[in-house]
Structure formats: C-alpha cells, structure tokens
C-alpha cells in the first residue's frame, strides 16, 4: 500500500525544485568556461557516492539482474537528458529552460502510446498538442531566433521522456533502488570517456560552482523521488511549476534576468496540459484498482 503523506510530498517536492533550480543557477554561473560533458561526469560522481550507504545497507545482492540491455537504453536516454539540459542551462535564462522542461510528461505520454502500446483517449492527444502550443509560445520561432540552446531544451524533455518510458519498462522486475543504482553505475563510463577529450582543469573559484552543480542536481533528483513517493501524483505533481518561481529569483538575485510575460504564459500552458494528463492517468488508475481487487503500490 503506498503511503498517503500529501505534506511531506508536497515539501519533498518543493525542496527538490529548489535544487534543481540552485542546479541550473551554479551551471549558469560558470558561464560555459568548464564544459558540459565534464559537468556531468562530476554530477555522476557525486550521484554515486550518495547512493554508496544505501547500497552498503542492502548489500550486492540488490545488483542481480537480467535486464542489462534496457538499462543501457535507459542510460543512454538519462546520459543525453542531461548533457543537453547543462548545455541549456549553461546557455539561456534557467527559467525559460524549466518553462520547456514541462513538456517532460508530453512526450512521455506519446512514447507510452508508441513504445508501450498503451491505450489513450482523444482528451490526452488534445493536451498534448495544447501543451506543444505552450512549447512554441515559449520559443516563439520566427519571432526571436531560435537557439541552439532552447532546442538543446527540447531535446533533453524527449530524452527525460525516453528516461521514464524505460524506468516503466523496468519496475516489472526491477526496483527503484536496482535501477538508481545500475544506472548511475552505467553512467559513469559513458560520462567519463567524452570527459577525457575535453577536460579543462577548474580553477578554485570554479570548484564550489561545479560541486554546487553535482550536489544540488543529485539531491534534487533524490528528493523528487522521495515526492512521488509520499503522495498521490495528482498532489504533488502541481507543485513543480515552484520551480519557476525558484528560478526567476534565483535568476534575477544573480543574473538580473527575468522570464518575460510570453515566457509565463508558454510555461503555463505546457504545465496546465502537463498536469491534465497526470491527473487522467491517476485518476483512472484508481478507478481501474477496486474492479481488479488490486491495492494501490
């Protein structure tokens, strides 16, 4: 029976955005001077060695598996999430890169429908082109240019997507803590090869914002974690849009930037349609538990 903690969920929620806010400010600190590549391998050293006491507790046995294969493509899916989200933060206001972040559950719904062969109704396609409507507002192509940096934005929300079809595929046999735990392990190589060719030695001023970036990254995927497991989806789930108040202070008290009008609405628009979809699918999943005499987990 999952736990039913809405305030603790709530708070593990906003505590997460916070970070993950504080994240993208120390990225956008070190202004591009220490490659993006390089930050996500100190972000997967860090992610480890947080996870080392967990898996002390459990013992090796929590790492038999026979689904190597799909943790390489959810490795894949989480490694490029991330090297094109730093590259975005690194690149453009934090906050106009959460706005985009927000279409993460928009293109998880359409690869559940292509990869999962699940079902869906014409509501959820509705939203989910509303949703890419609030994407382009954001962007608004044609009328400031369009950035590598916000298509960098786009790409890391459908790999994110990819990211979470895969995590789907693998709590059938898998759990949380296997897969946190084989997935940064997998990481690792990946994100220090490429390291190798483009490492720059930081300077000490560098080193706080760098294990600032790690830190506050790890911790925040840790405390989301922790959110969605307190509470019911349909609690915590609108909570994420205080990741945008989080960022335009964040922005502003460090960088004197703040997302325009055009940005808030876009943002708006993609969470309003974003959140509409996670409210459906938990709705009719409680509807669809008491007929199958199933206890929600």
């Not at 507002?137 to 590598?148: H, Y």
């Amino acid at each position: 029976m999952k736990p039913n903690r809405p305030i603790a969920g709530i708070l593990w929620m906003c505590l997460a955005m916070l970070l993950s806010a504080a994240a993208g400010a120390c990225v956008r600190q070190l202004g591009g001077e220490v490659p993006t590549l390089e930050l996500v391998f100190f972000r997967n050293i860090v992610g480890l060695l947080i996870l080392v006491p967990w898996l002390m507790r459990q013992g090796l046995g929590v790492m038999r598996t026979n689904q190597l294969p799909l943790y390489c493509l959810r490795v894949f899916f989480a490694y490029t999430a991330m090297v094109t989200l730093f590259f975005a933060w690194g690149e453009m206001p934090i906050a106009d890169v959460f706005a985009l972040q927000f279409t993460i559950p928009l293109f998880t719904i359409l690869l559940a429908v292509l990869i999962l062969k699940q079902q869906t109704d014409r509501q959820a396609w509705v939203a989910c082109l509303v949703g890419f409507v609030g994407a382009l507002i954001v962007m608004r192509p044609g009328v400031i240019e369009l950035t590598l940096a916000a298509i960098a934005a786009i790409a890391s929300a459908m790999m994110s997507a990819g990211s979470n079809t895969t995590i789907k595929l693998l709590t059938r046999t898998e759990s949380v803590g296997t897969i946190t735990v084989y997935s940064n392990l997998l990481m690792l190589p990946l994100a220090l090869i490429p390291t190798f060719f483009v490492w720059v030695t930081p300077t000490l001023a560098q080193v706080p914002w760098i294990l600032g970036t790690a830190f506050f990254s790890a911790v925040g995927g840790l405390c989301f974690t922790l959110a969605v497991g307190a509470a019911d989806a349909r609690v915590v789930q609108p909570f994420q849009f205080t990741r945008m108040i989080f960022a335009a202070g964040i922005g502003y008290f460090m960088f004197l930037e703040l997302p325009d009008i055009w940005t808030w609405i876009g943002a708006a628009v993609i969470f309003g349609a974003s959140y509409y979809i996670v409210w459906r699918e938990a709705k009719k999943r409680n509807v669809a538990q008491p007929s199958t005499g199933s206890s929600t987990s």
